[in-house]
């Protein structure tokens, strides 16, 4: 292990004394400016700043708002520990899977004839409920190939058995990528 608290395998080993500081892997993904060539440092402040600046339409409901809330704060906090934007970027899938299902449930979308061991409505998944928006017009046939893709990608993240790590722009064009999506959903 490192005097900076990294294990050999690059996860921050936390203690204390340096919960509160950069995680170091973070440190190595400054910017370029493509013009200039200019490149500068990543700091958490810049990360935070384009985070922050994505956001959902307030047409979006509350409960999807609060769980794209909790992604966004789960990014901002990966300038500490690193492996949280690997986590930010699952939560993200979540959250898209969330917001198909509370459209899916608002436009009256049907629930499955079997209901769980409580009793509860079933829904279907996340597959049969894209398709079924599409077929009724919510969501737009052409972005079939972008709800899939995203659907793939969330059931590979959810199910995955080796460690996934982020780089923090990636969950940043995830933001970014998501929110027109979701907002659609929302806004008429």
Known sequence: MSDA???????????????????????????????TGEHRAASGDGWAEQFLAVELDAAVPVEIRDMWEVA?????????????????????RRVAD??????YKQAGGPANKKRDPEGELRWPDFKRRIEWLIANQIIAPEKRQRWDTMRDLRNETTHASIRHLVMPIDVLRLLDL??????????S
């Open 5 to 35: 608290g990294q294990r050999d395998d690059g996860v921050k080993h936390l203690t204390p004394e340096n919960w509160l500081q950069p995680d170091e892997t973070g440190r190595a993904f400054g910017a370029i400016n493509l013009a």
């Open 72 to 92: 966004r704060g789960l990014a901002l906090y990966g300038w500490f520990y690193y492996p949280l934007y690997a986590i930010a970027e699952h939560q993200l």
């Open 98 to 103: 969330a917001a198909v299902l509370h459209r």
């Open 178 to 187: 998501l929110t027109p999506e979701i907002d659609a959903l929302f806004v």
